[in-house]
């Protein structure tokens, strides 16, 4: 037994080992063959051509083809870490969650944070919504919770999903990110303003991954253990405190580090510097929804907190970095669709889409059984009677059998976790979104009068910096969108366009001349 032990030590990575940790480690091939010459090729004599027989050579060129899987379309570079959830405050009777059964329960989790439109390859410190992604491993399943640092997104229909993404990424003819193409698309979405802002704002640049709060965006459903449902907005607030980059810092930084993101978190778990985020949730009463004053499943608005205040209820920290990027972090898998007993969707047809879209991506990117990968796998028992499909090797449920229903008691449903019925009424047909609810200036109105004056200069010069080489109608259409939400917003961001057009065009290879300090957020209406 102690000679097999070893051996298995020997051909197999146990999850620990690191640079030196051993130092005896025998080469084998993926079948655990011995490796008997990794530096030369088997050739016909030494100046000989290869031999077919050198099967390790094959088997290298071969894994070499197959290393990359597909990135994820958007939210590509990512990094993540473990953690430990913690429940600070009782929510019991909003909703029956096991995660927030008492204070003091704990429950493991994954963060992945990211930026949205960069490439695998992508520099981290770039102006772009960060995506913020939360999985909880409850006892009662994995509840992913996929947000992003801002509590709004550009659209309202997930019909413009697929548009969004190809006008931020790269143009079909040069291959370059294009303003035009950005912009054009932007600012013909009049409801996209309160997103543009945010990410124009000195948000737009999170100092580091753990300068900046997390939002799950979408109004979600609570149900408590007397059937009762309330709608509800979760909001994690960085314990860092909010900081971020001016653009000439960003540059500066992304110069020399592209991954200064990804650095700066696996740096601050390895010293034991854990970054700590405080969950709040705002709380509606599932009838109100009837008669809210705005449209309370819209996307592209927040809840002001004068109505729905804040409610506390936790705490996590990120306190372990993964032993292995790959396998922890780019095979990791989060889907709206995770939604555990008493944490439900909301009628907001963008989250609707997104229950969707993401397992789809994922039986794509990492195959139909990416549920077994360690990160992905739930941590309580799981019995679903899907069988079978490439690379299946947690057991397949033996010989259980494999139909529902059967005599013998396999594959019961549980109805004691149904939702109350939800009452859903209306013809249909393609709705305009618009016709319903068009005031998209209010609230980026409000975000732009809560900035101070120096927060909305830098508003105002990076929106002119990022418009670039837009067509002038295109650059003018942003400023009528700016100016309904505050005349003053418009006025700004036209007197920055001027200035920039009078200094002529950029210099690309002019040094930057990074400020001094990092811009603090004040508590601003996107909090
Ligand atoms: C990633 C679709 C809106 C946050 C993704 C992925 C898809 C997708 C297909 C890649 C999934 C993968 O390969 O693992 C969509 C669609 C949307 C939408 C169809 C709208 C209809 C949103 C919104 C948010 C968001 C509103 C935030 C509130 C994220 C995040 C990731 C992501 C954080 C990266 C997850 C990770 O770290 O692996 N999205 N998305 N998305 N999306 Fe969305």
């Given at each position: 037994p102690a000679q097999a032990a070893q051996s298995q030590r020997d051909t197999r990575t146990t999850p620990a080992q690191k640079h030196g940790d051993a130092p005896v480690t025998p080469m084998t091939t993926a079948f655990g063959t011995p490796v008997v010459d990794n530096q030369n090729s088997r050739t016909a004599g030494p100046r000989g051509p290869l031999l077919m027989e050198d099967v390790w050579l094959l088997e290298k060129l071969a894994n070499l083809n197959r290393e990359v899987i597909p990135e994820r379309r958007m939210h590509a570079k990512g990094s993540g870490a473990f953690g430990t959830f913690t429940v600070t405050h009782d929510i019991t009777r909003y909703t029956r969650a096991r995660l927030f059964s008492e204070v003091g329960k704990k429950t493991e989790m994954f963060a992945r944070f990211t930026t949205v439109a960069g490439e695998r390859g992508a520099a981290d410190a770039e102006r772009d919504i960060r995506g913020f992604a939360l999985k909880f491993y409850t006892e009662e399943g994995n509840w992913d919770l996929v947000g992003n640092n801002t509590p709004v997104f550009f659209l309202r229909d997930p019909r413009k999903f697929a548009d969004l993404n190809k006008a931020v990424k790269r143009d079909p003819h040069t291959n370059l990110r294009s303003a035009r193409n950005n912009w054009d698309f932007w600012t013909l979405l009049p409801e996209a303003l309160m997103q543009v802002t945010v990410v124009m704002s000195d948000r737009g640049i999170p100092r580091t991954f753990?300068?900046?709060?997390?939002?799950?965006?979408?109004?979600?459903?609570?149900t408590n253990a007397g059937g009762e449902r309330f709608w509800v907005k979760f909001h994690f607030h960085s314990q860092q405190g909010i900081e971020a980059l001016t653009d000439a810092q960003a540059e500066v930084l992304a110069g020399k580090d592209r991954e200064s993101h990804g650095r700066d978190l696996f740096q601050a778990i390895?010293?034991?510097?854990?970054?700590?985020?405080?969950?709040?949730?705002?709380?509606?009463?599932e009838l109100d929804a009837e008669t809210y004053r705005f449209h309370p499943f819209d996307l592209t608005k927040v809840w002001p907190k004068s109505d729905y205040p804040l409610i506390e209820v936790g705490e996590f920290e990120l306190n372990r970095n993964p032993d292995n990027w790959y396998q922890?972090?780019?095979?990791?898998?989060?889907?709206?669709?995770?939604?555990?007993?008493?944490?439900?969707?909301?009628?907001?047809?963008?989250?609707?889409?997104?229950?969707?879209?993401?397992?789809?991506?994922?039986?794509?990117?990492?195959?139909?059984?990416?549920?077994?990968?360690?990160?992905?796998a739930a941590r309580c028992p799981v019995h679903s009677n899907h069988r079978d499909g490439a690379m299946r090797v947690d057991g397949n449920y033996g010989g259980l059998p494999h139909y529902e229903p059967n005599s013998y008691g396999q594959w019961q449903e549980q109805p004691q976790y149904r939702e109350p019925p939800l009452?859903?009424?209306?013809?249909?047909?393609?709705?305009?979104?618009r016709e319903d609810d068009s005031d998209y200036f209010s609230q980026p109105g409000a975000l732009f009068r809560s900035y101070d004056p120096a927060q909305q200069q830098r508003l105002f010069d990076n929106t002119a910096r990022a418009l670039g080489d837009a067509p002038d109608f295109i650059k003018q259409r942003h400023v009528d969108n700016c100016s309904k939400a505050d005349p003053a917003y418009g006025a700004g961001v036209a007197a920055a366009l001027r200035k920039l057009a009078e200094s002529g065009p950029a210099d690309p290879f002019a040094p930057a001349r990074p400020e001094a300090g990092f811009p603090r957020a004040t508590p601003g209406a996107e909090d």
């Open positions: 753990r300068h900046m709060h997390g939002f799950g965006s979408h109004t979600y459903s609570f390895e010293r034991g510097d854990f970054p700590k985020w405080k969950l709040f949730v705002q709380i509606m009463p922890d972090v780019e095979q990791s898998a989060f889907a709206p669709s995770n939604l555990v007993p008493g944490i439900g969707p909301s009628p907001d047809k963008m989250l609707q889409a997104r229950l969707f879209a993401y397992s789809d991506a994922q039986r794509y990117r990492l195959g139909v059984n990416h549920h077994q990968i360690p990160v992905n009452r859903i009424r209306g013809d249909a047909d393609f709705w305009n979104f």
